[in-house]
Each structure stands twice: as C-alpha cells, then as structure tokens.
C-alpha cells in the first residue's frame, strides 16, 4: 500500500519560505499519479497547492502560482514543496496526497506562521 | 475557478438515521466529483469518486448520487464511528476544489 509522510519544520518566520517533503513508501513516484500538496487552514478550509506528476511536470493553483515550487528527488522517491514570502495568512495543516481524487494521504503536517 | 457549495455547514441525527449531504458546483463537472471523511486528528479518507463509485473498504452504507452540477453524499443506518467532518471535491478541471465541509455529530 502507498504511504506517504509529511516533514518539515512547525513554524516559519513571516517573509521566509516555507519548505516540507513528502516521503513515499509502498509506490515509486515515477511509476504513476500525481504528487498533490493540499492545506486545511484553521476553520477548516481546504486547498489544493499544486502538484508534480509522475513524468515531472508541474501544476500550481494559480492563487499561489509567484510563491510555490514543486520538485522531487526519484532517487529518495520523496517531493517538496516550497512557499516563499509567507504570512500568517499561510499557517494550515498541510498534507501530500496522490491522484486527482486523492486515495492516498499522509497524515498532515502542522505549519505555523510566526514571529 | 470551479466553486464548490457545500450544505449544510452542521448536521446532528440520531443513531439509525439516513442522512444526505450535498454539493453544488458553480458548472457541470461531468461527475469529477469526489467524498471525503475527516475525523479530528486524522488525514481525509477517501469515500467516493466519480459522483457514485465506492472506495475499496468503505461500508455500503455510503452511497453518492447526481450529476451536472448537483451532487449528494448519503449515509443510511448512521453509526457512532460516523462522526466527522465530509467534504466534497472536484476535480473536472484545475484547480481543484473543495467544498467548504460538513461537521456531522450525533443527536
């Protein structure tokens, strides 16, 4: 079965960038899928950031598209996201996911924005 | 981008009951519609894809129906471990959307 964990530091500094990986176990991520990052903000709004897919190519919410990056390592089967210039606007519960319905999710990463 | 309106915001039923959530996109979404169950503490599960097709293990109590751009998600027999959050997803077009989430409790 695929898994998926989420890692990174809890809290940022306002103006930094926010960076977290996606470790995948069970699947390799050039096999198939698209590599999803998605955000659930404090009341409970849910966002899907962007994704990377299997062959390497990208897909951003166009309301983040100057700030996001998506990359991957193949030889650690792991993806990263990285968010520039946050705010506090960007504390959530962020988690990776695959597909375009999402079957397989990690179990979320809290990230608060803060001085 | 596809809206995705999600009702109602809260819903308490007793145990035994049947109850129906839904979601209306802001355009037809040909059916790219799928459920999730969140529990506190707990990542999203999968319930639902393509409007109606149960996910591998999901109780057949769970049932989704429609089309174009009206959507439900219903819950026959209601249990205690159904207690969650629900939330509704497109994926006809990018970007993806959700619905804004309906907290279930039990009366």
């Known amino acids: 079965e695929i898994q998926l964990q989420e890692s990174g530091p809890g809290l940022v500094k306002p103006s930094q960038s926010l960076s977290l990986t996606c470790s995948v176990t069970?699947?390799?991520?050039?096999?198939?899928?698209?590599w999803s990052w998605i955000r659930k903000f404090p009341g409970n709004k849910m966002e899907w950031m962007g994704y990377?897919?299997?062959?390497?190519?990208?897909n951003y919410n166009p309301s983040l598209k100057s700030r996001i990056s998506i990359t991957r390592d193949t030889s650690k089967n792991q993806f990263f996201l990285q968010l520039n210039s946050v705010t506090t606007e960007d504390t959530a519960t962020y988690y990776c996911a695959s597909g375009w319905y999402f079957d397989f999710w990690g179990p979320g990463t809290m990230v608060t924005v803060s001085s | 981008d596809i809206q995705m309106t999600q009702s109602p915001a809260s819903l308490s039923a007793s145990l035994g009951e049947t109850v129906t959530i839904e979601c209306r996109a802001s355009e037809d979404i040909y059916n790219g519609l799928a459920w999730y169950q969140q529990k506190p503490g707990k990542s999203p599960q999968l319930l639902i894809y393509n409007a109606n097709s149960l996910h591998t293990g999901v109780p057949s109590r769970f049932s989704g129906s429609g089309s174009g751009t009206q959507y439900s998600l219903k819950i026959n027999s209601l249990q205690s471990e159904d207690v969650a959050s629900y939330f509704c997803q497109q994926y006809y077009n990018y970007p993806l959307t959700f619905g804004s989430g309906t907290k279930l409790e039990i009366k």
């Open positions: 990377i897919s299997y062959s390497g190519s990208t």
């Open positions: 069970g699947y390799t991520i050039t096999s198939g899928y698209d």
